[in-house]
């Protein structure tokens, strides 16, 4: 236990010590924000910094830091590192500027973000991989919630019942203005995030279980995989998420000052990665009590079970549901933000004005219907969930490949210090190179050469970097 809470004090203090620095470099002032400029009634209107700061938080808090921390457990406590250093150092640093440059950019969509920095080429396709990343977000965190739901309800009420619950949901969250749905029921459900993530953290010290320490090497390592890239793709959202940088613009569209940045985007992801660091240690917790078969089944645990059993046996029956509804929101309300993303990235490349409720479902109607044909391949076989999540975590994790060299080129056109976003982007860019061409569901090559294509990847990057930076210099543009 005291690798676990060196680890939680470290978040604590990249918060207010690297957070405070980020801050710094970008300096906010007191310039009129898009959402007080732009007021439109359903995606540029003021919120309060606390609700804001609550929906950011459930926004980026996906299946990733609860699943994907279980799932990263499974690499020993390797994966604290990755949690605690990927958050203060990458992704609450990635999720910090994707949203300050939207804000001072009038709002800007990722892709429009993108674009600007990386160029109109650039734009077109992270449009693209956007909205197909947006899609699958979609999909993905439908299933996860409704398996867990219909473990609390009657047989009638199924997971396939849950489904179309939760579908319909999206639905009405997409197209209404942000503050009928979201603004209103998001407290409620970070209420029972935190209650579980907190309720937890207690029982962790109650139980005071013998988990593995740094210095005794990484505990027990079940997943046959190499850690690397296999968990930093695992982990995902706890870490560092490019979806977080497609949720980040959605709340730049709802505040009133630019000093809400560190305690918005910083600090959410701070948040995340202490919900992701909380998990990893009950699920290794977990996995030494009892392995990582199911000796009932003799198939692996699911992320679900381990939730589900957890909550249960430390919480008791009401804390365990109250836990549970915690587990069961985080995915919904990313799942419905991603969709409302979808609209808002399509209506700025189309260019439809999304004020006329006609207009927005002219947008959403084809985000839907594509959206329920990957749900319904991922419900095909055993198999269909798994593909779709792997998909996801790879393109998820390579957005935000694209979203740090995009802050980058900014940091360096502004005479700021750049290496904070370089070296994180170098490493992702490492990350999603190496994984695509060892995974099973990539190029399946030997991991050998997998890593010198990835290495290869990341030099050929680099070396673009200082060219085009060298350039720059010789403009003139950079002192």
């Not at 959410?268 to 998990?279: D, F, N, P, S």
């Not at 939730?307 to 836990?323: F, Q, R, Y």
Request: include cysteine; proline fraction near 5%.
């Amino acid at each position: 236990m005291v690798t676990f809470t060196v680890a939680l004090i470290a978040l604590i203090a990249g918060y207010l010590i690297y957070g405070t620095y980020i801050n710094k470099i970008f300096g906010p002032d007191d310039r009129i924000t898009p959402a007080l400029s732009k007021t439109d009634g359903v995606d540029f209107i003021p919120l309060p910094t606390w609700k804001i700061f609550m929906i950011q938080f459930l926004n980026i808090a996906g299946l990733g830091p609860i699943f994907g921390a279980i799932m990263g457990a499974q690499f020993g406590t390797a994966s604290y590192l990755w949690i605690v250093l990927g958050t203060i150092f990458a992704g609450a640093v990635h999720d910090f500027f994707s949203g300050a440059l939207s804000i001072r950019n009038g709002g800007e969509t990722l892709p429009e973000m993108v674009g600007r920095y990386l160029g109109a080429n650039t734009k077109k396709i992270m449009g693209g991989f956007t909205m197909i990343l947006m899609i699958l977000v979609g999909a993905v965190f439908v299933s996860g919630p409704a398996e867990l739901i219909a473990g609390m309800t009657p047989d009638y009420m199924n997971e396939f019942f849950w489904i179309i619950i939760i579908f319909l949901y999206y639905i009405l969250a997409t197209i209404l203005p942000v503050d009928k749905i979201i603004a209103k029921i998001y407290p409620l459900f970070a209420i029972a995030l935190l209650f579980m993530a907190g309720g937890v953290l207690v029982m962790l010290y109650v139980k005071n279980p013998d988990l593995p320490e740094m210095w005794n090497g990484f505990g027990v390592k079940y997943e046959k995989n190499p850690i690397f890239p296999m968990m930093f793709i695992s982990i995902a959202c706890g870490a560092i998420s490019g979806f977080h940088a497609t949720q980040s613009p959605l709340m730049a569209r709802c505040m009133s000052s630019e000093r809400h940045c560190r305690p918005i985007f910083y600090g959410a992801m701070i948040a995340e990665g202490a919900v992701a660091l909380i998990w990893a240690a009950a699920a290794t917790y977990f996995f030494q009590e009892n392995g990582i078969i199911d000796q009932m089944t003799g198939k692996a645990y699911s992320g679900a079970h381990v939730a589900t059993s957890i909550s249960k046996e430390w919480l008791g029956s009401i804390g365990g549901i109250m836990a549970i509804l915690g587990v069961v929101a985080a995915p919904i309300t990313s799942g419905d933000t991603a969709l409302r993303s979808a609209r808002l990235i399509a209506a700025d490349f189309l260019r439809i004005d999304q004020k006329p409720i006609r207009k927005r479902l002219l947008v959403c109607i084809p985000i839907f219907l594509i959206t329920m044909a990957v749900l319904i391949y991922s419900l095909r076989d055993a198999d269909g969930f798994k593909i779709i999540w792997r998909y996801f975590a790879w393109s998820n994790q390579t957005l935000s490949v694209f979203t740090l060299w995009a802050i980058t080129v900014y940091l360096v056109q502004n005479r700021k210090n750049f290496y904070i976003t370089l070296l994180p982007g170098l490493l992702m860019t490492l990350v999603c190179s190496t994984y695509i061409c060892i995974a099973p569901e990539g190029l399946s090559l030997p991991q050998e050469i997998s890593y010198i294509i990835g290495g290869s990847c990341t030099l050929a990057g680099l070396i673009w970097f200082i060219l085009w930076y060298r350039k720059e210099q010789n403009k003139g543009c950079l002192s």
